[in-house]
């Protein structure tokens, strides 16, 4: 099963798409790995024998994890702050401050860290 995400997109930059210039700014993972070639190869493997939905499925899951790691975080920094506020300053990490206030209105404090 296709979801259909890569339909019009040459297949080339499909598959790699850092090798065609299309995540500019963003390291490569082969240039910074401190994995064995051979480890590479077996992920790889495994993940190209995955199906659409169980990417997009450990996708969604990896995304769940960094949230909730980001949230304790920021519980931790600011212990007074209620579900909105950290649910909001999560938005802020991700989307940027301005984003939030035109969304949300809603800014940390100048004084935030």
Known sequence: MTLGLTRGFPSELVR???RHGILRG???????SDT????QATHARVVAQLSAAERVQRA???T?????????????RHPAAGER?????LAALRLGA???E???GWRAPADDA
């Open 85 to 89: 506020e950290l649910l909001l300053r």
């Open 36 to 39: 064995a070639p051979e480890a």
């Open 64 to 76: 769940l994890t960094a949230n909730a790691l980001a949230l304790a975080g920021l519980r931790r």
């Open 102 to 104: 035109r969304a949300y």
């Open 60 to 62: 969604r899951d990896l």
């Open 16 to 18: 790699d798409p850092a």
């Open 26 to 32: 963003m390291p490569s993972s082969r240039a910074r």
């Open 98 to 100: 301005d984003v939030v």
